[in-house]
């Protein structure tokens, strides 16, 4: 493993009887690309401002390469942080925006010079160095934030939501862009999303946070295909929740029917009920009696009848009402494979089916 860039060491952050962190512990590596996700007042913002010193932890310690840092004051930590509003000085132009920081701890004119320039190339925006701020676009006012605070060369950066005033469009190109230019300076990023396929797609590791603590932490695959709690498992896309009752072995009763599944966890002993989640897009639909065409043999198979479908363009969302009065929803993704008249009606009976390893056992 990389060396330790910071470590969040049994934190706890109370606002008078509020606990806005609750005995959090991470540990992120140099160069890691990390993210807080959770929803709002999950206390995201709150653990990033400790890490840049603008709050004291209650509890528990921060370790900033290997250092305690309870005694060092924001402008002294080799930390930069970009918020979500990105305070631009409208007075001045991108050149002198990004120039600020370092005009203010007097760095020398040459090195000043050479620092913005290498700054505004790689946020690529060379052409406009002499734009003020209100002349920009938003992803390039968000770019300007960012060369703001990479000029100063911090080991670390923190930024909270740094695309939340973006569309959605310019929000993807910015990821894209953002994570390029995280491989190519090789800092430490710790970034704050209440977004799920951001964090998704940017991260090495996402801690998924729920009133204040780490509900889990891990790399994306993992928190996705592996969610270990109910929470996570609805935070981090849509997941379909059945209530399941632990047999001999692997077995799990679903209704009347039995499921073996290859990975039931630790500690589930028999007659326990147990929460089994399967994400939309693991859910194949056949209609009752027709040539089986997505629902394969290996599949754990229920029948039920469809409740409402919903067109998504890349596909259909379907609602299935299984016999015993329960829900699941399918998504079922448009092929190749597919018929361009192919077509699902309300109400038509259907056989459902999964492979037993999108099983998610959850605790
Ligand atoms: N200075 C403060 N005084 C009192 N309560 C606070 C203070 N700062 C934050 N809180 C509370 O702590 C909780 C966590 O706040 P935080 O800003 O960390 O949430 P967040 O996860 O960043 O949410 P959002 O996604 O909405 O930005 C919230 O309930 C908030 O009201
Ligand atoms: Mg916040």
Not at 314 to 338: F, H, I
Request: with cysteine; charged share 30%; net charge negative.
């Amino acid at each position: 493993m990389a060396e330790e860039a910071i470590r969040i060491e049994s934190v706890t952050k109370r606002f008078g009887d509020f606990v806005a962190v609750d005995d959090v512990d991470i540990s992120i590596a140099q160069g890691e690309f990390f993210s807080l996700l959770g929803p709002s007042g999950c206390g995201k913002t709150t653990t990033l401002r400790m890490l840049a010193g603008f709050e004291v932890p209650t509890e528990g310690r921060i370790l900033l390469e290997g250092d305690p840092v309870e005694n060092v004051p924001p402008h002294r930590r080799n930390v930069n942080m970009v918020f979500q509003s990105y305070a631009l000085f409208e007075h001045l132009d991108v050149e002198n925006n990004i120039a600020f920081g370092l005009k203010r701890k007097k760095v020398a004119k040459d090195e000043i010079k050479s620092r913005v320039t290498e700054a505004l190339e790689l946020v690529d925006l060379s052409a406009k160095s002499g734009a003020r701020p209100n002349e920009l676009s938003g992803g390039q006012r968000q770019r300007v934030a960012l060369a703001r605070a990479l000029v100063n060369r911090p080991r670390v950066l923190l930024l909270d939501e740094p695309l939340g005033a973006l569309d959605l469009k310019l929000r993807r190109q910015m990821q894209i862009e953002l994570k390029e230019i995280q491989r190519e300076v090789g800092i430490t990023f710790v970034y704050v999303t209440h977004d799920q396929e951001e964090a998704l797609s940017m991260s090495d590791r996402i801690a998924v946070m729920s009133d204040g603590r780490v509900a889990q932490c891990g790399p994306p695959e993992e928190i996705y295909e592996h969610p270990t709690e109910e929470f996570v498992a609805g935070f981090i896309g849509i997941s379909n929740l059945l209530q399941g009752r632990v047999e001999s072995g692997n077995r799990v009763r679903i209704g009347d029917d039995c499921l073996e599944v290859p990975d039931l966890g630790d500690g589930h002993g028999e007659g326990e009920t147990v929460q089994i989640a399967v994400r939309p897009e693991k859910v194949a639909v056949d209609e009752v009696g027709g040539e089986p065409y997505r629902v394969e043999p290996d599949m754990f198979t229920v029948e039920g009848e469809i409740e409402s479908k919903v067109y998504l363009g890349v596909g259909n969302q379907l609602t299935l009402k299984l016999g015993d009065g329960s829900r699941l929803v399918a998504l079922e993704q448009a092929t190749y494979r597919m018929k361009a008249d192919e077509q699902w009606e309300v109400g038509q009976r259907v056989t459902i089916g999964w492979h037993p390893e999108h099983c998610m056992i959850l605790s």
